[in-house]
Protein backbone atom coordinates (compact mmCIF):
# COMPACT_ATOMS: atom_id res chain seq x y z
CA UNK A 1 0.00 0.00 0.00
CA UNK A 2 1.29 3.80 -0.59
CA UNK A 3 0.56 5.76 1.63
CA UNK A 4 -0.17 9.14 0.28
CA UNK A 5 -0.58 12.84 1.92
CA UNK A 6 -3.40 13.28 -0.79
CA UNK A 7 -5.17 9.56 -0.95
CA UNK A 8 -3.90 6.23 0.42
CA UNK A 9 -3.30 4.22 -2.41
CA UNK A 10 -5.79 0.86 -3.34
CA UNK A 11 -5.87 -0.11 -6.96
CA UNK A 12 -9.92 -0.41 -7.48
CA UNK A 13 -11.37 -3.04 -9.03
CA UNK A 14 -13.36 -1.29 -11.91
CA UNK A 15 -11.64 -0.59 -15.27
CA UNK A 16 -11.07 2.89 -16.02
CA UNK A 17 -11.74 2.80 -19.15
CA UNK A 18 -15.54 2.12 -18.68
CA UNK A 19 -16.33 5.54 -16.67
CA UNK A 20 -14.05 7.38 -19.03
CA UNK A 21 -14.77 8.25 -22.82
CA UNK A 22 -11.72 8.04 -24.68
CA UNK A 23 -10.22 11.75 -25.76
CA UNK A 24 -8.57 12.95 -28.68
CA UNK A 25 -5.02 14.22 -28.65
CA UNK A 26 -4.22 18.17 -29.02
CA UNK A 27 -3.30 19.42 -32.59
CA UNK A 28 0.09 20.35 -32.69
CA UNK A 29 -0.90 23.56 -34.82
CA UNK A 30 0.80 27.31 -34.37
CA UNK A 31 -0.74 29.88 -32.92
CA UNK A 32 -1.29 31.74 -35.58
CA UNK A 33 -3.37 29.14 -37.81
CA UNK A 34 -5.22 28.93 -34.26
CA UNK A 35 -6.05 32.54 -34.47
CA UNK A 36 -7.14 32.76 -37.96
CA UNK A 37 -10.61 34.07 -38.70
CA UNK A 38 -10.90 34.30 -34.51
CA UNK A 39 -12.53 37.41 -34.67
CA UNK A 40 -15.71 35.89 -36.52
CA UNK A 41 -16.29 34.06 -32.88
CA UNK A 42 -19.57 35.28 -31.74
CA UNK A 43 -20.64 35.64 -28.01
CA UNK A 44 -21.27 32.42 -26.87
CA UNK A 45 -21.87 30.40 -23.41
CA UNK A 46 -22.56 27.07 -21.42
CA UNK A 47 -25.14 24.82 -22.95
CA UNK A 48 -24.95 26.36 -26.64
CA UNK A 49 -24.65 24.08 -29.44
CA UNK A 50 -23.52 24.41 -32.88
CA UNK A 51 -21.23 25.29 -35.86
CA UNK A 52 -19.78 28.23 -33.57
CA UNK A 53 -19.17 26.14 -30.80
CA UNK A 54 -17.10 23.18 -32.62
CA UNK A 55 -15.28 26.32 -34.39
CA UNK A 56 -14.33 27.20 -30.52
CA UNK A 57 -13.27 23.48 -29.51
CA UNK A 58 -11.13 23.38 -32.76
CA UNK A 59 -9.23 26.71 -31.88
CA UNK A 60 -8.86 25.45 -28.57
CA UNK A 61 -7.69 22.28 -29.33
CA UNK A 62 -5.07 23.95 -31.97
CA UNK A 63 -3.81 25.57 -29.20
CA UNK A 64 -2.99 22.89 -26.81
CA UNK A 65 -6.03 22.98 -24.63
CA UNK A 66 -8.36 19.94 -24.39
CA UNK A 67 -11.98 20.64 -24.59
CA UNK A 68 -12.70 17.14 -24.78
CA UNK A 69 -14.72 15.76 -27.79
CA UNK A 70 -14.90 18.27 -30.68
CA UNK A 71 -18.92 17.62 -30.76
CA UNK A 72 -20.08 21.67 -31.08
CA UNK A 73 -21.99 21.09 -27.65
CA UNK A 74 -20.35 22.94 -24.69
CA UNK A 75 -20.64 21.05 -22.01
CA UNK A 76 -18.35 21.12 -18.92
CA UNK A 77 -15.33 20.17 -20.97
CA UNK A 78 -15.05 23.06 -22.87
CA UNK A 79 -15.86 25.24 -19.87
CA UNK A 80 -12.71 24.16 -18.64
CA UNK A 81 -10.55 24.88 -21.51
CA UNK A 82 -12.24 27.95 -21.89
CA UNK A 83 -10.99 28.72 -18.16
CA UNK A 84 -7.75 27.56 -18.86
CA UNK A 85 -7.28 29.82 -22.43
CA UNK A 86 -8.73 33.09 -20.63
CA UNK A 87 -6.21 32.36 -17.19
CA UNK A 88 -3.59 32.46 -19.42
CA UNK A 89 -5.00 35.09 -21.38
CA UNK A 90 -4.99 37.15 -17.93
CA UNK A 91 -9.06 37.32 -18.12
CA UNK A 92 -11.37 36.44 -15.15
CA UNK A 93 -12.56 32.48 -16.45
CA UNK A 94 -16.29 32.17 -16.96
CA UNK A 95 -18.17 29.56 -19.04
CA UNK A 96 -18.52 32.25 -21.46
CA UNK A 97 -17.27 33.93 -24.55
CA UNK A 98 -17.37 37.24 -24.21
CA UNK A 99 -15.49 40.65 -25.61
CA UNK A 100 -12.66 40.38 -24.13
CA UNK A 101 -12.01 35.94 -24.79
CA UNK A 102 -13.20 37.17 -28.79
CA UNK A 103 -10.23 39.86 -28.49
CA UNK A 104 -8.22 37.82 -27.34
CA UNK A 105 -8.84 34.75 -29.72
CA UNK A 106 -7.67 37.23 -32.73
CA UNK A 107 -4.38 37.83 -30.04
CA UNK A 108 -4.02 34.75 -28.18
CA UNK A 109 -1.33 34.70 -25.84
CA UNK A 110 1.77 31.78 -25.87
CA UNK A 111 2.45 31.78 -21.76
CA UNK A 112 6.10 32.07 -21.01
CA UNK A 113 7.66 28.77 -19.56
CA UNK A 114 7.57 28.79 -15.66
CA UNK A 115 11.44 27.00 -16.32
CA UNK A 116 13.40 28.64 -19.12
CA UNK A 117 15.87 25.99 -18.87
CA UNK A 118 14.19 23.24 -17.62
CA UNK A 119 14.11 19.71 -19.13
CA UNK A 120 12.48 19.98 -22.60
CA UNK A 121 9.90 17.24 -21.71
CA UNK A 122 8.45 17.99 -18.50
CA UNK A 123 5.11 19.18 -16.62
CA UNK A 124 5.22 22.91 -15.44
CA UNK A 125 2.38 23.21 -12.43
CA UNK A 126 2.08 27.38 -12.07
CA UNK A 127 -0.15 27.42 -8.31
CA UNK A 128 -0.49 31.26 -8.82
CA UNK A 129 -3.04 30.90 -12.03
CA UNK A 130 -4.08 27.31 -11.38
CA UNK A 131 -2.42 25.92 -14.37
CA UNK A 132 -0.71 23.07 -15.91
CA UNK A 133 1.37 23.29 -19.25
CA UNK A 134 3.04 19.75 -20.13
CA UNK A 135 6.58 19.65 -22.65
CA UNK A 136 7.31 17.62 -24.96
CA UNK A 137 11.07 18.07 -26.54
CA UNK A 138 10.83 21.42 -25.93
CA UNK A 139 7.20 21.89 -27.29
CA UNK A 140 4.33 23.62 -25.36
CA UNK A 141 1.45 20.87 -26.19
CA UNK A 142 -0.67 21.06 -23.51
CA UNK A 143 -2.19 23.68 -21.26
CA UNK A 144 -4.92 22.50 -18.39
CA UNK A 145 -6.25 24.16 -15.73
CA UNK A 146 -6.01 22.48 -12.34
CA UNK A 147 -7.12 22.73 -9.01
CA UNK A 148 -3.86 22.57 -6.07
CA UNK A 149 -3.91 22.33 -2.22
CA UNK A 150 -6.85 24.53 -0.55
CA UNK A 151 -4.01 25.27 1.94
CA UNK A 152 -6.72 24.69 4.57
CA UNK A 153 -6.49 22.20 7.52
CA UNK A 154 -7.97 18.64 7.69
CA UNK A 155 -8.05 15.93 9.67
CA UNK A 156 -7.98 12.51 8.85
CA UNK A 157 -6.56 9.30 10.01
CA UNK A 158 -6.05 10.51 14.00
CA UNK A 159 -4.29 13.90 13.15
CA UNK A 160 -4.67 17.18 11.35
CA UNK A 161 -2.43 17.89 8.16
CA UNK A 162 -2.47 21.00 6.20
CA UNK A 163 -3.54 20.71 2.16
CA UNK A 164 -1.17 22.04 0.85
CA UNK A 165 1.22 21.89 -2.51
CA UNK A 166 5.01 21.15 -2.48
CA UNK A 167 6.72 23.45 -4.54
CA UNK A 168 10.00 22.62 -5.80
CA UNK A 169 11.65 20.52 -8.67
CA UNK A 170 10.36 16.87 -8.75
CA UNK A 171 10.09 13.35 -10.93
CA UNK A 172 7.75 11.13 -11.75
CA UNK A 173 8.50 8.31 -9.88
CA UNK A 174 5.73 6.12 -9.98
CA UNK A 175 2.39 5.50 -12.29
CA UNK A 176 -1.29 4.56 -11.51
CA UNK A 177 -2.76 2.44 -14.34
CA UNK A 178 -6.69 3.58 -13.16
CA UNK A 179 -8.31 4.11 -10.47
CA UNK A 180 -7.14 4.58 -6.74
CA UNK A 181 -8.83 4.93 -3.28
CA UNK A 182 -7.56 6.21 -0.07
CA UNK A 183 -9.50 8.04 2.67
CA UNK A 184 -9.84 11.19 1.54
CA UNK A 185 -10.82 9.96 -1.68
CA UNK A 186 -10.12 8.75 -5.12
CA UNK A 187 -7.51 9.37 -8.09
CA UNK A 188 -7.50 8.57 -11.89
CA UNK A 189 -4.81 7.87 -13.39
CA UNK A 190 -2.03 9.23 -10.29
CA UNK A 191 1.66 10.63 -11.81
CA UNK A 192 3.27 10.04 -8.31
CA UNK A 193 6.27 13.08 -8.45
CA UNK A 194 6.66 13.60 -4.44
CA UNK A 195 6.18 10.64 -2.08
CA UNK A 196 1.87 10.35 -2.20
CA UNK A 197 1.50 13.47 -4.06
CA UNK A 198 0.58 13.45 -7.81
CA UNK A 199 -1.25 15.39 -10.64
CA UNK A 200 -4.28 13.15 -11.14
CA UNK A 201 -7.87 12.84 -13.13
CA UNK A 202 -10.71 14.38 -10.70
CA UNK A 203 -14.31 14.85 -11.34
CA UNK A 204 -14.39 17.88 -9.62
CA UNK A 205 -11.56 20.42 -10.17
CA UNK A 206 -13.43 23.82 -9.15
CA UNK A 207 -11.88 27.20 -9.93
CA UNK A 208 -10.25 27.50 -7.11
CA UNK A 209 -7.51 25.27 -4.54
CA UNK A 210 -9.59 22.74 -3.25
CA UNK A 211 -7.23 19.44 -3.35
CA UNK A 212 -5.45 17.93 0.11
CA UNK A 213 -2.00 18.56 -1.85
CA UNK A 214 -2.18 16.78 -5.20
CA UNK A 215 -2.73 18.81 -8.32
CA UNK A 216 -6.12 18.13 -9.65
CA UNK A 217 -6.99 17.73 -13.67
CA UNK A 218 -10.24 17.38 -15.40
CA UNK A 219 -11.01 13.56 -15.91
CA UNK A 220 -11.26 14.12 -19.46
CA UNK A 221 -7.70 15.51 -19.93
CA UNK A 222 -6.15 12.98 -17.17
CA UNK A 223 -5.81 10.31 -20.34
CA UNK A 224 -3.81 12.98 -21.74
CA UNK A 225 -1.34 13.90 -19.17
CA UNK A 226 -1.12 10.66 -18.02
CA UNK A 227 0.34 9.70 -21.37
CA UNK A 228 2.28 12.80 -21.45
CA UNK A 229 4.15 12.51 -18.38
CA UNK A 230 5.87 8.71 -17.88
CA UNK A 231 8.39 7.97 -15.05
CA UNK A 232 11.08 10.32 -15.01
CA UNK A 233 9.55 13.50 -16.10
CA UNK A 234 10.73 16.39 -14.71
CA UNK A 235 8.17 18.45 -12.60
CA UNK A 236 8.49 21.97 -11.63
CA UNK A 237 6.00 23.35 -8.83
CA UNK A 238 6.24 27.12 -8.57
CA UNK A 239 3.67 29.84 -7.19
Not at 82 to 100: E, T
Amino acid sequence: MQVSLCKTVVLAAVSASVLVPALATPVMASPAKASLQASAIPTMKFGDRGPAVKQLQERLTAMHYDPGTIDGIWGNNTSVAVWAFQKVNHISPASRVGSQTKAAFAHPRTPAPLVPKGAKSRAEVDIKHQLLYIYKSGRLVLISHISSGSEKRYYSQGSWSVAHTPRGNFSVYRKAAGWETSPLGKLYKASYFLRGYAIHGEPEVPLHPASHGCVRVPMHTSNIVATLLPIGTRVYVRG
